[in-house]
């Protein structure tokens, strides 16, 4: 039987006041991060990426721009950077694909992208075993500008999603929703755990974790399944308290 879970009438009508009240103050703040972005580089004021939240429910989650144009097509060049990676994790071997294997790609047990194919057994194992890329966060990251830097690391950036909160795809407190690749190698029986609990802005793994340059996914994952399984209005308020001081990390990371 599929489980599935709703945000608590008490902590949804909690978010709406907040995000709402935020959203008013907050103007002025937002009108001069939207100027400063906009002298340093060409490009959109808000970033947008689909995310993955409670339920497996995918929304479009909003930030402050702090990176150059077309900054996620630079990931793959940038995967030996990766805080979360390991040295033991293997990759998938890709192999072209030619008009052979297109023709007769329905005999074949194989995982096919734009332009290149792999073996469905390899793929499957590298998604069972290879789980140091779960997450990926770069330490030094070149693709942040330097307004972008800053709201980042005083998590200004973070504030649009006030309005992922008001309008029902968030909480205000909640484990972080994450991107689709990610989200896709979490579907193991260990991981899944954590989508009972809502996305949002801030959680436990944010208050406890965060900035800490030697990043642990596994950590992470327990965390976010913790405050799923656990959660309630005191936990709220006590993670919301330790915020402001988690939000001004010191690592650049």
């Known amino acids: 039987m599929k489980v599935k879970r709703r945000i608590p009438f008490i902590k949804r009508a909690f978010d709406i006041a907040v995000s709402g009240i935020l959203l008013l103050l907050l103007s002025p703040l937002f009108l001069i991060v939207a100027i400063a972005i906009r002298l340093e580089s060409k490009g959109p004021i808000f970033y947008y990426a689909y995310r993955v939240g ?48 297109i023709a007769n790609a329905e005999h074949y047990d194989i995982v096919v992208k734009d332009d290149s194919y792999s073996s469905l057994h390899e793929f499957e194992w590298n998604k069972m075993h290879n789980s140091g890329n779960t997450f990926v966060k770069f330490k030094n990251d070149p693709r942040i500008t330097r307004v972008g830097n800053f709201i980042r690391n005083t998590s200004i950036d973070e504030l649009p999603q006030l309005w992922n909160i008001f309008v029902g795809d968030m909480s205000v407190v909640g484990n972080r929703p994450l991107p689709l690749y990610e989200a896709e190698k979490l579907t193991k029986d260990s991981a899944v755990g954590r989508f009972l609990g809502p996305a949002g802005l801030t959680g436990l793994w944010q208050v406890t974790e965060r900035g800490k340059e030697n990043a642990d996914p596994q950590r992470r994952i327990d965390l976010d399944i913790e405050y799923a399984q656990t959660h309630n209005l005191l936990m709220d308020i006590k993670i919301l308290i330790k915020t402001p001081m988690a939000a001004l990390q010191q690592e650049n990371v």
């Open 54 to 101: 409670q339920n497996y429910h995918t929304f479009k989650f909003y930030k402050f721009r702090s990176m150059r144009q077309n900054a996620d097509q630079l990931i793959d060049k940038m995967k030996h950077l990766n805080q979360y990676a390991k040295k033991s994790d293997t990759t998938v071997k890709e192999r072209k694909l030619n008009r052979s294997v």
